[in-house]
């Protein structure tokens, strides 16, 4: 008979210890060690049966990939996610904050892959007519969706098996649980062990699963950090609740580029794609107010044209005060210090508070002279001209590098109808080469940067 022993496991790495840890030994992670059971057997002894695979074994030469092996979704930003659409016998883990799509995301990819595909979709957290509201609301009325409302993960494997869609989706791998695991769902073995099972079924039926993880309180997804190398793909929503704006991020893909993004506008009869997110982001920009100028950020292949916005006023306190919102608090205050050492300007008495436009996050450096020229701006009380865009990385010594992918950031503030544009001096040969039509600024320094500043 099987009896069960208390057992700690971290949920970042997955160690296992007969006792409880403020820190695991293995990954160094602070309080990530929770309490689950772990059944084993009273009876010892026993001699695994071994088995001969020889059979199953095939040379590289003999597989066949000149099929379709992809599924178009029929939503072009989540197809260029992906790597160009849903793999056959992929899983594919999606996460997010509650509220921000998931599920409506999902529910529309339904109605244009049910013209062709049959879709089981799994939900462990609404009933069925929940589901036939929301699906009303999206206009989803195909006749290829069907709805299973379980939370058993071995019965849902079984009749996947059974029935065998072409395309499952799971919602959500929390709600799931298996049986003979006395955890409650949503522990680190259950989570795990579902994962796991899913898994199997998707290579083993070369059946494509959609998986939905919620997130934790840090952003992450809720559950063991083994999960995210179980599955073939995890993508991240991401949006402020305040804002339309949802952007849909790929951290892991066996089938594609990680480096891409999909982005969205959520409405009220689902989520819109968004084609040109340059104009949706520069739609009502102010005129002739200080403190504001564009950059262009790359998002994979893709170059997105950004807002930035200083304002820089008198502080009341002794210590003034720092605030940036869609970039980098601790790159904010370094480009602050080099503009008090190489420009003379003085901050010591400013509160700078900083944001990007339209809830967007600028992760690189390229960002770096447009945020300067806005606290100069923002300082001198002078608007920078509106069709002007400003691209660099700013370093230590006030020097302005050269950033990656130079032609088509300028490409696109061309197509975008700016007329100048400010750049590090080492990209001009590659621009004058490029054939661009735009006015090419070369500066090499900060200080040159600003004298053009002075000169409009």
Known sequence: MARSKIVYECSECGYESGKW?????SCGAWNSFEELKQATSAKSGKTRKTADLSDEILELSEIDV??????????????RVLGGGLVKGSIVLLGGAPGIGKSTLLLQICQFLGENYSILYVSGE???????????????????????????????????????????????????????????PGSITQVRECTNLFMNTAKRLEIPIIVVGHVNKDGAIA??????????????FEGERNYSFRVLRTVKNRYGSTNEIGVFDMQDKGLREVENPSEMLLSGRPENVSGTCVTCTMEGQRPILTEIQVLAAKSG????????????????TIIIAVLEKRADLFFGTLD??????????IDETAG?????????????????????????????????????????????AERMGFSTCIVPKQSLPALRESGVKIRIIGVSDINQAFSFFNRK
């Open 66 to 79: 000149n099929t379709d092996v992809r599924y178009k979704t029929g939503i072009g930003e989540l197809d």
């Open 223 to 236: 559950g063991p950090k083994v999960m995210e190398h179980i599955v073939d793909a995890v993508l991240y």
């Open 317 to 332: 306190f002794s210590a003034p005060r720092r605030m940036s919102k869609g970039f980098d608090f601790n790159r904010m």
């Open 21 to 25: 840890n403020g820190r695991c030994p």
């Open 368 to 412: 770096d002279l447009a945020v300067a020229l806005c606290l100069y701006s923002s300082i001198v009380d002078k608007p920078v001209d509106k069709k002007t865009i400003a691209i660099g990385e700013i370093g230590l010594g006030g020097e302005i590098r050269a950033v990656s992918n130079i032609i088509q950031r300028v490409r696109e």
């Open 126 to 184: 609404e009933s069925a007519r929940q589901i036939k509201l929301r699906a009303q609301r999206l206009s989803v009325d195909t006749e290829s969706l069907y709805i299973l409302t379980v939370t058993d993960a071995e019965a849902i494997c079984d009749t996947i098996a059974s029935s065998t869609p072409d395309i499952v989706i799971i919602d959500s791998v929390q709600t799931m649980s298996i049986p003979e695991i006395t955890s409650s």
């Open 352 to 361: 700078v508070y900083m944001n990007v436009v339209g809830g967007f996050r």
